[in-house]
């Protein structure tokens, strides 16, 4: 596959919408499993789990994990993964993990967050150390990178994407898009190394072939070794890549030039099958001297095996062997035609020291970084990294809020100040960035300023400049450390609008609040108190009596016992006292007062005063009131017992005229008795008093009681009523004859019951779930159904499915609404439609819930039919009565106005919503209270039987005429009214009565 194909594939995937991590694991693990077990399933799985059979399934279809620590386990033991994976997956923290965490948050944080990074990636806070990394690593044209297990997030550092010629600026290529790079012939082995380094950490040594991105193929060989956390499972992959095509072609070339190996400057040795050293040139003395070794003797342990192994495998290997003070590395080369392998050295001493020094400066920068990282983390001012153009290096977390910026501060980089500052603020904050720099010294704790920032908001900030230098020393940028003061100033405000508030609560305050010393001199007044004592104001007051506050007293020396009670208990103490007003008159006052210390030693008194007097004459009607509702409870028609805890016991405190006849004079006898003993033959009233007692509620129960001297137990409805603090009241009605009632009741519901099956319409009853739980005979006869009692029909089992599913809707929408509803449907019977007139209502428990829907259903379809015909006539009726040659009204029995023609309306002046009722239109029609008595009485004279009369109508326009009348009774009482215009002169005899026609 191409690099551009590699992009293709890469990009295009992002536009798919992402999977969950967390179910994606779980599918690759289930399909795994599914291979080696044919009948594995979730949803068994799920069973065994005790989860919800089909929330695997979601979880795979890319939904978010809500399970518990434990069920998470447990799936990873049923699937075989590792469980601190699953957990990291669903965002959650394994328990020991989690300790250790809280335990020492401040030494475990900031190592967590140096793991998460790659330090082969990571830019450092030192430049110069920086790139003296990325130098060494080109130099040695060595590579690094870092796979996470857990989250499958590689990480590669520049030198590896210049190995495979991609753009340094190019994102990370997963590891499905590197084997793509790979040789079809050497991914298998690629792919092993991960097998291998799960089961031995390493290190693993492993070579490929790779297509570079200008289509070339390149040799590398990688080095690899794996992490492991503290539970023993892998956790990164951490490893070097370096391309050894020159070395290769070095290789082949030193190949061809083994014919001359005595000349060969580098070390040329030749070992026999059994590890006998047959051969080594002059430049093998040195390595040769230094392991004590000459030809013919066995060669050391490291070398003999690797020499065994090629000719094993038939493939070159290699292996370092020290050479005094230098390393020769040996790549050995079998030739398994003649049983020996050749031995090529290379000086790798100082590409070994530049690995080391490379391997060394990686840990220092990934050390200065989380120093640096923690620093910034705890830092409660916003740091922020700038370079000489405006453009955000980097900023911690405090400083990302002091911007206004809610997407943190790993948004900061690459931010200019024109995208954190409003355009006004902008160019102020730039001129003192430029300033700092200019004068190449720190700007310290300079005066805060107010700036616009991204979010809209004006803040408050005072910004510390300090130049930041290049390697060279030149002024490269700027660090700039702000703190946010704007809490600080709306505190400050606040403080001092609270104050302001103080003092107008203090002088709105409707109380008297006052401020003296101990001895009695005012310190401070509102004008509530300088009202309450008679002042026009808190200044006359304090003119007058500042001096002497018990001058306000009626009793002077009350307010010496004020004093003294104050000076002995601590907090807010209340008096009662007498006070006299400027003008001699008197009133009663509530003193609320506390006595305080001042720094200087001085005993203050402050409080308030507020006027009882209107309270206290309120109290004593409030007394009379308790009084007459003692005599109105003596005086209850309902036998009523009061009973008060006194101690551990209720006892009777009272009971009433019609208690005392109910116990038959031996109430009164028992009081001051526990409720136990008044109620020693019926423990269950004994148990619901105590019951509202501890409930602090009231309660309504039917228990039995007999009461003394009665014959035998009765019913009563007895109401528990509790009032505060520590009483219950009784209140109890014998309802033995309500209990019979109530019986007889239920005989007649069962006679109901029968009754419903003789009703002819339709009456059924449905569950909630709308379920038939009962329907009568008129159903079954209906539908066909068998000719027994029928209950528990499943819902819509009687009815077309279109029609059940209508139905269900009703039901559903009558039972949210909790309203009866009365309407008209059709409904096919026995395959032919039918229309019924249905009314459902709700059935509802004793808590209002709907527990129930009761439905009547009566077929009338013949009835619609006979309406619409009916319908039709009274149309052809109302068109011909439009069209006759004088006014009509047609008039219901009850007197409503049913029709009236437009001759009417032109002759009379009113249409018919002025005139729905003959008696609403009589009043506007004979303004004379006679005339219209005497129409009134011929009206209803005239109910049934055709008459002929002549009456002064007032018309619409408010004229008078005279109008001929002429009634025709027609069916069901209604009439038909014909109306001409008489001629005056001749209409004098019909004022009399007309007999009927």
């Not at 693990?29 to 089909?54: V, W």
């Not at 386990?73 to 699953?86: K, N, S, T, V, Y």
């Not at 047959?278 to 390595?287: D, E, F, H, I, R």
């Not at 309306?905 to 506007?924: E, N, Q």
Request: aromatic letters at 6%.
């Amino acid at each position: 596959m191409t690099l551009v194909a590699v992009h293709r594939a890469r990009y295009g995937a992002r536009m798919t919408p992402p999977q969950h991590p967390f179910g994606q694991r779980i599918r690759e693990r289930r399909l795994a499993r599914l291979a080696t077990d044919p009948a594995f399933t979730l949803r068994r799985l799920a069973g065994r789990l005790g989860i919800q059979p089909s929330y695997l399934s979601r979880l795979e279809r890319g939904a978010a994990p809500s399970l518990s620590e434990d069920n998470i386990q447990a799936l990873a033991r049923e699937l075989g993964d590792d469980p601190d994976i699953l957990l990291a997956l669903a965002g959650k923290l394994p328990a020991d993990v989690r300790q250790a965490l809280l335990a020492a948050p401040g030494d475990l944080l900031p190592l967590v967050r140096g793991l998460v990074r790659n330090p082969a990636l990571a830019p450092g806070s030192s430049a110069q150390l920086w790139q003296s990394y990325r130098e060494s690593q080109h130099l040695a044209r060595v590579g690094s990178f870092v796979r996470d297990l857990v989250t499958g997030q590689d990480s590669w550092s520049e030198e590896f994407f210049r190995i495979f010629g991609l753009p340094l600026d190019d994102p990370t290529p997963t590891f499905e898009d590197f084997m793509t790079l790979v040789h079809p012939e050497d991914q298998p082995a690629v792919a092993a190394v991960r097998a291998r380094l799960m089961a031995d950490d390493g290190p693993v040594q492993y070579a490929y072939r790779f297509r570079r991105g200008d289509g070339l193929w390149r040799h590398a060989k990688a080095v690899a070794r794996c992490e492991r956390g503290p539970d023993g499972r892998a956790r990164r992959i951490h490893g070097t890549v370096q391309d050894v095509t020159t070395e290769r072609q070095a290789l082949s070339d030193l190949r061809s030039v083994a014919q001359f190996p005595e000349g060969n400057p580098n070390v040329v040795l030749r070992l026999a099958r059994d590890g006998r050293l047959t051969y080594a040139n002059q430049a093998s003395a040195g390595l040769l001297e230094t392991a004590g070794l000459t030809v013919g003797d066995p060669a050391p342990a490291p070398l003999a095996a690797a020499v065994a192994q090629a000719l094993e495998t038939g493939r070159e290997t290699s292996l370092e062997l020290p050479d005094g003070e230098k390393t020769q590395r040996l790549t050995v080369i079998p030739d398994s035609a003649q049983a020996h392998a050749n031995c090529y050295g290379r000086d790798v001493t100082a590409e070994l020291a530049l690995a080391g020094r490379v391997h060394e400066l990686s840990r220092e920068l990934a050390e200065t970084r989380a120093s640096l990282d923690a620093v910034l983390e705890a830092s409660h001012d916003g740091v922020v990294l700038v370079r000489a153009d405006g453009f955000v290096l980097r900023g911690n977390a405090a400083m990302a809020q002091s911007l206004g910026r809610t997407d943190g501060p790993d948004a900061l980089p690459g931010l200019h100040r024109n995208d954190v500052f409003g355009p006004d603020t902008a160019p102020m904050v730039e001129h003192d960035d430029l300033a700092v720099m200019a004068a190449d010294r720190p700007s310290l704790l300079p005066p805060p300023v107010n700036v616009v920032v991204s979010d809209g908001s004006t803040r408050a900030l005072q910004i510390s400049r300090a130049p930041l230098r290049d390697a060279d020393g030149r002024v490269a940028g700027f660090c700039a450390i702000t703190r946010d003061i704007t809490q600080w100033r709306q505190a400050a405000e606040a403080l001092a609008d609270s104050q302001a508030r103080h003092q107008r609560f203090f002088d709105d305050a409707v109380l008297g609040v006052f401020r003296t010393t101990a001895e009695g001199r005012i310190l401070a007044v509102n004008p509530a108190l300088a009202r309450l004592f008679g002042y026009a104001s808190p200044e006359a007051m304090l003119a007058e009596m500042g001096d002497d506050v018990s001058a306000g007293f009626a009793e002077p020396e009350k307010r010496r016992d004020v004093v003294r009670r104050l000076a002995s208990k601590e907090g807010l103490l209340d008096f009662e006292n007498v006070y006299r007003r400027r003008d001699g008159t008197t009133f009663i006052g509530a003193l609320h007062a506390r006595m305080t210390t001042t720094p200087a030693g001085e005993r203050l008194i402050e409080g308030f005063v507020e006027d009882i007097s209107e309270r206290k004459r309120i109290a004593a009607e409030l007394a009379a009131s308790e009084e007459r509702l003692k005599t109105h409870l003596r005086n209850f028609p309902l036998p009523s017992f009061t009973f008060a805890k006194r101690g551990r016991d209720l006892v009777l405190a009272d009971a009433n005229k019609a208690a005392e006849a109910l116990f038959r004079g031996r109430a009164s006898a028992m009081l001051g008795s526990s409720a136990e003993a008044v109620f020693a033959d019926a423990p269950d009233v004994y148990l619901a008093l105590w019951s509202a007692l501890e409930g602090r509620r009231g309660d309504r129960r039917a228990l039995a009681l007999r009461p003394p001297g009665a014959s035998e137990p009765g019913l009563f409805d007895m109401t528990f009523v509790f009032v505060a603090p520590d009483t219950v009241m009784l209140h109890a009605e014998e309802i033995t004859a309500l209990a019979r009632m109530r019986e007889s009741l239920q005989r007649t519901s069962d006679q109901l019951r029968s009754i419903l099956d003789h009703v002819p319409c339709a009456v059924y009853f449905k569950d909630t779930a709308g379920r038939c739980i009962m329907v009568n005979r008129a159903v079954a006869e209906a539908f066909g159904l068998p000719d027994e009692p029928l209950a528990n029909l499943p819902g819509g089992s009687i009815h077309e499915p279109e029609t059940a599913v209508r139905i269900a809707d009703d039901d559903r929408r009558i039972l949210a609404s909790g309203q009866a509803e009365t309407f008209e449907e059709d409904v096919l019977v026995r395959g032919r439609p039918r229309r019924f007139l249905t009314t459902k209502t709700p059935l509802h428990d004793e808590q209002g819930q709907p527990y129930a829907l009761c439905g009547m259903s009566l077929d009338i379809t013949e009835r619609v039919e006979l309406a619409r015909v009916l319908e039709a006539e009274r149309d052809t009726l109302r068109t011909i009565l439009d069209h006759v040659p004088y006014a009509a009204l047609l008039a219901a029995n009850d007197g409503s106005t049913l029709f009236i023609n437009h001759r009417f309306t032109a002759l009379i002046g009113y249409s018919r919503h002025d005139i729905p009722h003959v008696a609403a239109w009589l009043p506007k029609a004979y303004p004379d209270p006679n005339l219209r008595a005497r129409v009134e009485a011929d009206w209803r004279a005239c109910q049934g039987v055709d008459c002929r009369r002549i009456y002064p109508v007032r018309c619409g326009d408010g004229r008078s005429r005279w109008i001929e009348f002429r009634c025709t009774a027609l069916a069901e009482g209604r009439m038909l009214i014909t109306l001409n215009e008489a001629d005056p002169r001749r209409v004098a005899h019909w004022l009399a009565p007309q007999p009927a026609v």
